[in-house]
């Protein structure tokens, strides 16, 4: 059993480092883009924070619920997957907007750019990124627990590093839609 947990926590810790660098070098070669507005610096951080946390947060809720035999959590259209999935959606707009806000204010505040638009980028990636991670962090979760394997080993590190991926590449979408 040990064995067993350890096998799986590695292999979701070497995952989760292979995601962060695959979105460290996407963020590299796109750092032409962001610089362009430096309010983007600011809400980079916020934002990838805040899509791991979220995607975490929705994984265990799921994971617990399998544990417990209710019969309704690994079904994505029961009364219980419905409120799960809006709830992170809802929270993923909520706290992007406020991520947005901060960084506009702070752009105009420390470099004296009005950029309305990077509250805008917030949105509009928050939008994509939850219409990719969302179904992908429920469907992984329910997937590992019906194959023997323990969600809550496995999933924190995996929707961090997918998360990474999925937010780098919403913001980049989202900044060349503004």
């Given at each position: 059993m040990i064995w067993e947990d350890f096998r799986e926590m590695l292999t979701a810790q070497l995952v989760s480092?292979?995601?962060?660098?695959?979105?460290?070098?996407?963020?590299a070669f796109a750092v032409d883009k962001i610089s362009l507005l430096p309010g983007?610096?600011?809400l980079i951080p916020g934002f990838l924070a805040m899509r791991g946390s979220i995607a975490a947060s929705l994984a265990a809720?799921?994971?617990k619920a399998l544990h417990q035999?209710?019969?309704s959590a690994g079904d994505?259209?029961?009364a219980f997957g419905k409120q799960n999935v809006?709830?992170?959606?809802l929270l993923a707009i909520a706290t992007s907007i406020l991520l947005g806000v901060v960084a506009y204010i702070s752009t105009k505040l420390l470099f004296g750019i009005d950029a309305p638009g990077i509250?805008?980028?917030?949105?509009?990636?928050?939008f994509i990124s939850n219409i990719l991670m969302i179904p992908i962090t429920f469907a992984s979760t329910v997937?590992?627990?019906r194959h023997g394997y323990d969600p809550d080993n496995i999933m924190g590190p995996y929707v961090t590093a997918v998360g990474d991926l999925v937010s780098i590449i919403s913001l980049l979408t989202a900044i060349l839609v503004i």
């Amino acid at each position: 059993m040990i064995w067993e947990d350890f096998r799986e926590m590695l292999t979701a810790q070497l995952v989760s480092v292979t995601g962060a660098l695959a979105a460290g070098t996407l963020l590299a070669f796109a750092v032409d883009k962001i610089s362009l507005l430096p309010g983007l610096f600011i809400l980079i951080p916020g934002f990838l924070a805040m899509r791991g946390s979220i995607a975490a947060s929705l994984a265990a809720r799921i994971s617990k619920a399998l544990h417990q035999h209710r019969k309704s959590a690994g079904d994505d259209h029961s009364a219980f997957g419905k409120q799960n999935v809006h709830a992170s959606f809802l929270l993923a707009i909520a706290t992007s907007i406020l991520l947005g806000v901060v960084a506009y204010i702070s752009t105009k505040l420390l470099f004296g750019i009005d950029a309305p638009g990077i509250l805008l980028i917030a949105i509009i990636a928050a939008f994509i990124s939850n219409i990719l991670m969302i179904p992908i962090t429920f469907a992984s979760t329910v997937w590992l627990f019906r194959h023997g394997y323990d969600p809550d080993n496995i999933m924190g590190p995996y929707v961090t590093a997918v998360g990474d991926l999925v937010s780098i590449i919403s913001l980049l979408t989202a900044i060349l839609v503004i």
